[in-house]
C-alpha cells in the first residue's frame, strides 16, 4: 500500500489516480471496482501514521467523484484538453526560440 | 493524522436516553457489549446530585423524588445555543434549570450538597462517559483511554466538538467522533453481511430517544461507502413521550379541574408512566397508566389506545419518511434499488413507524434482526478495534463517510457559496473562486459557515479570517479559497491571491461558544474534585455502616451474657449512652465526615476493650476499616 500512495501522488490527472488511461470510456462497475480495490490500500485508518496516506486518498476520492459524474468528467475532460493543447504550444514555442527562430505569432 | 493508538479501545455510544459501550473480542471476532453494574446492557444517560453524585440507572430511579436536580437530555443541549430555538420547547419542560450562560451558552443549575453549581452540558455528558468507561473498565479488568464516540449523522461542528471535549473531560483519548447510522452499518455490515461480496445498498433507519437519521450506506468488498445522509437532530422517542404528556395534562385538567404542569415531580412521575405506556404500545392495543396521589392525593387513572398515541404522533412520523425520501434524493437511489433497510434505535420499534417505512419502500421484509438499542455501540467498538494497535484479529473493512451540511463561505449580498456540498466523501480538499465586491479593496473577510440555508447568515457560523495585501484593482478580482475536512471533521480554510502569492488561512477547532482550553482543564479539575466527592460518600457511607454494625453487635453481646464481672452497673450505663449517642450520630445529618464515624468507631472499641478482651472476640475480630 506504501507503493500505491505513492502512485497516486504522482498521478498527473484524474484517469491515471484509478489506472486508466486519459480519456478512456470507462464501464461504471469497473470504476467502481478500481475505486474499491485502492480504498482499500491507502485509506488512512490502514496507513495510521502516514501523513501522505490521507493526502493520497483525498487524490482517490475527488478523481473518484469526477469521474463518476458525466457532467464533471466531462467538464474535466475538456479542461485537460485545453491544458494539452496550452502544453503543446508551450513545448512549439519553447522550441522554437532555442533554435533562434520565431513562434507562432512572431515574439 | 496520528499513528495508531496504544492501548485497547471501547465504543460509546452516547445517546439521549440510553448510552450502551461495547468492546472488540478478538479471541471471538465480535464486538460485546458490556452490562452495567446493575446488569444492564444500556445505561440511563442521567446524572442526579443529592449528597452525592448519581450517574445512570441510580440517578433514574430516583429521578421522581428529586426531579429539580435530576439531570437528562444533555444531549439535546450539547454545542447549541440558549436562544436555538430547537430548544425552546425543552425548556419549558425540563424540570431542571437552564440558565444563559458566556456567549449564551447554556448552564444548568442543580443543588449540590446544598451549593448552588452551574454545569455545561459538556460536563453532564462526561460524567455520563466515565462512567461508561467505568462500566468497561470493570468488565474487561484494565484501565481504559481510547475511545470512539458516536454523534448522530446530522449533528454540526460545533455539536461534534463539544462532545469530543466531554471526552476529554471524561479522561478519554477520543481517537475519533463516527456518525451513529454509519456505525449501525458497520454493525450490520460484519453480523450479517461478513460473507458477502456482492454490492448491498443498506438504508439504515435510526430513531432513537432524542435525535434522527437515515444513512444510505453500499457495502461491497469490505468497503462500506455512505452514499447520502439525512436527518433531524431534535426528534425520537423522548418528543412522543412529550406529546403524550401533554395530551394527559389536558386529560388530567379536564377531568378534575387541577393544572399540574407546575409541578415537577407529578410531571416527572406522568413521564416516566408515558414512557412505560409508549413501549407497551409497541406489542399491545391499548393500555392503562396508573398513578397514585399524582397531584393533591388525585390518583391518575387514563388508558390510551394504539390508535390515539399514533394520532397524537402523526406529523413527527411523517416527518421521518420526508427525510428519508431526501436522503435517497440525495443518493440519487430509487426506493427499488434498495437492498435491505435496517432499523436502529429504540423509537423504530413503533409499529406505526415500522408500518409507514414499509408503504414508503413497498416492502414487508424490514431488517430487525440486529438489536435496536445495541447496534451503534457495536460498530463504535469495530471502529475502535481497527483505530487501535492493541488488535491483530480486526475485520478487514474500510468506511467511507460522508459530512452531512454543506460548507461554504458567505459572499456579496449574505448569499451562502457553498465550496463543499453536503454529503461528499470525508476526507476532502475542494476549492471555490470568490471574488472582491469593491474597487481597491486591501483586504477580504471570509466568513465560514456550515448549514442548507441561502441566507449565509442563518448557518452556523464556524469562523472568520481575512486575506490582506490585495492589489489595487477593479472590483472582481479572484481568490482561490481552499476548503481541506479531515477524518475528524477538522476543517482547514485557507485563500490564495494567485496574483500576489498572498495566502491567509485557519484551522476552525475553537469558534465561539466552544470551550477554551482553559475551560476544559478547569472541567477536568473539577471531574476530578467530584469524583473525590463520590470517593468522600462512599467511605462516609462504609464508616457509617462499620459504626452502626459494631453498636448492633456489642449491644446484643451486653444483652447475651453477664458483663457483671468486668463491669460494674454505672460503667455499663455509661456504654450503653455512648452507643445510644453513636446511634443518635449515625440517624441525624448533620455529620458527613468518614473521620467523624471512624473516630467515634475508635473511641467506643477503646472503652469496650475491657469486656471484650475474653467472652466476646469473637464478635469483634472483623477490621472495622
Known sequence: SEDEVVRLLNCSDHYSALGFTRYQNIDVSVLKREYRKKAMLVHPDKNMGNEKAAEAFKKLQNAYEILMDSLKRKAYDDELRREELLGVFRRFHNDSQKNGRHGFFGS | ?625
Open chain 2, 1 to 625: 493524522m496520528a499513528t495508531k493508538h496504544k492501548g485497547r479501545a471501547i465504543g460509546i455510544d452516547l445517546g439521549t436516553t440510553y448510552s450502551c459501550v461495547a468492546a472488540w473480542e478478538e479471541q471471538n471476532g465480535r464486538a460485546e457489549i458490556i452490562v452495567n453494574d446493575q446488569g444492564n446492557r444500556t445505561t440511563p444517560s442521567f446524572v442526579a446530585f443529592t449528597d452525592q453524585r448519581l450517574i445512570g440507572d441510580a440517578a433514574k430511579n430516583q429521578a421522581a423524588s428529586n426531579p429539580s436536580n435530576t439531570i437528562f437530555d444533555a444531549k439535546r443541549l450539547i454545542g447549541r445555543k440558549y436562544k436555538d430555538p430547537a430548544i425552546e420547547c425543552d425548556l419549558k419542560l425540563w424540570p431542571f434549570k437552564v440558565v444563559s450562560g458566556a456567549d449564551d451558552k447554556p448552564m444548568i443549575k442543580v443543588n449540590y450538597k446544598g451549593k448552588e453549581k452551574c454545569l455545561a452540558a459538556e460536563e453532564i455528558s462526561s460524567m455520563i462517559l466515565s462512567k461508561m468507561k467505568e462500566i468497561a473498565e470493570a468488565y474487561l479488568d484494565f484501565s481504559l483511554k481510547n475511545a470512539v464516540i458516536t454523534v448522530p449523522a446530522y449533528f454540526n461542528d460545533s455539536q461534534r466538538k463539544a462532545t469530543k471535549d466531554a471526552g476529554v473531560i471524561a479522561g478519554l483519548n477520543v481517537m475519533r467522533i463516527i456518525n451513529e447510522p454509519t456505525a449501525a452499518a458497520l454493525a450490520y455490515g460484519l453480523q450479517k453481511r461478513a460473507n458477502c461480496s456482492e454490492k448491498r445498498n443498506v438504508f439504515i433507519f435510526d430513531l432513537g430517544g432524542g435525535t434522527f437519521d437515515v444513512s444510505l450506506v453500499t457495502i461491497e468488498d469490505g468497503v462500506f461507502e455512505v452514499k447520502a445522509t439525512a436527518g433531524d437532530t431534535h426528534l425520537g422517542g423522548e418528543d412522543f413521550d412529550n406529546r403524550m404528556v401533554r395530551h394527559f395534562v389536558q386529560e388530567f385538567k379536564r377531568k378534575n379541574r387541577v393544572d399540574i404542569s407546575g409541578d415537577p415531580r407529578a410531571l416527572r412521575r406522568l413521564r416516566n408512566g408515558c414512557e412505560k405506556a409508549k413501549r407497551i404500545l409497541s406489542h399491545a392495543n391499548d393500555t392503562t397508566i396508573e398513578i397514585d396521589a399524582l397531584f393533591q392525593g388525585i390518583d391518575f387513572r387514563f388508558s390510551i389506545t394504539r390508535a390515539r398515541f399514533e394520532d397524537l404522533n402523526r406529523d413527527l412520523f411523517e416527518k421521518c419518511m420526508e427525510i428519508s425520501q431526501n436522503c435517497l434524493d440525495d443518493a440519487k437511489m430509487e426506493k427499488r434499488e434498495v437492498h435491505d433497510v435496517v432499523l436502529v434505535g429504540g423509537s423504530s420499534r413503533i409499529p406505526k413507524v415500522q408500518s409507514l417505512l414499509e408503504k414508503f419502500f413497498q416492502r414487508y421484509n424490514l431488517c430487525k434482526s440486529i438489536n435496536p438499542d445495541e447496534a451503534v455501540a457495536y460498530g463504535a467498538a469495530i471502529q475502535a478495534a481497527m483505530l487501535s494497535e492493541s488488535y491483530s484479529i480486526v475485520p478487514n473493512m474500510v468506511l467511507v463517510d460522508v459530512t452531512p451540511l454543506s460548507l461554504g463561505i458567505a459572499t456579496h449580498g449574505d448569499l451562502m457559496g457553498v465550496v463543499i456540498p453536503r454529503n461528499t466523501a470525508i476526507p476532502v480538499k475542494m476549492d471555490g473562486v470568490f471574488q472582491t465586491i469593491e474597487d481597491h479593496q486591501p483586504t477580504a473577510s471570509f466568513p465560514v459557515y456550515e448549514g442548507e440555508r441561502t441566507k449565509a447568515g442563518e448557518n452556523n457560523l464556524l469562523g472568520l479570517f481575512h486575506l490582506s495585501g490585495l492589489p489595487r484593482v477593479p472590483r472582481g478580482h479572484p481568490m482561490n479559497v481552499i476548503f481541506e475536512l479531515d477524518y475528524d471533521g477538522i476543517l482547514k480554510v485557507c485563500a490564495v491571491d494567485e496574483t500576489t502569492g498572498n495566502k491567509n488561512g485557519i484551522t476552525i477547532t475553537n469558534e465561539k461558544g466552544r470551550l477554551s482550553s482553559a475551560e476544559i482543564k478547569r472541567m477536568i479539575e473539577e471531574a476530578a474534585f467530584f469524583k473525590e466527592e463520590d470517593k468522600k460518600f462512599k467511605k462516609m457511607v462504609k464508616a457509617k455502616n462499620a459504626l452502626d454494625d459494631y453498636i448492633y453487635r456489642m449491644e446484643k453481646a451486653m444483652k447475651g451474657f453477664d458483663v457483671s464481672s468486668k463491669l460494674s452497673p454505672s460503667e455499663k450505663e455509661t456504654i450503653m449512652s455512648k452507643f445510644r449517642k453513636g446511634k443518635r450520630m449515625l440517624e441525624s445529618e448533620e455529620h458527613n465526615e468518614a473521620a467523624v464515624f471512624e473516630n467515634y468507631l475508635k473511641r467506643l472499641q477503646k472503652m469496650c476493650q475491657p469486656i471484650v478482651i475474653n467472652k466476646v472476640r469473637d464478635y469483634s475480630d472483623e477490621d472495622t476499616d
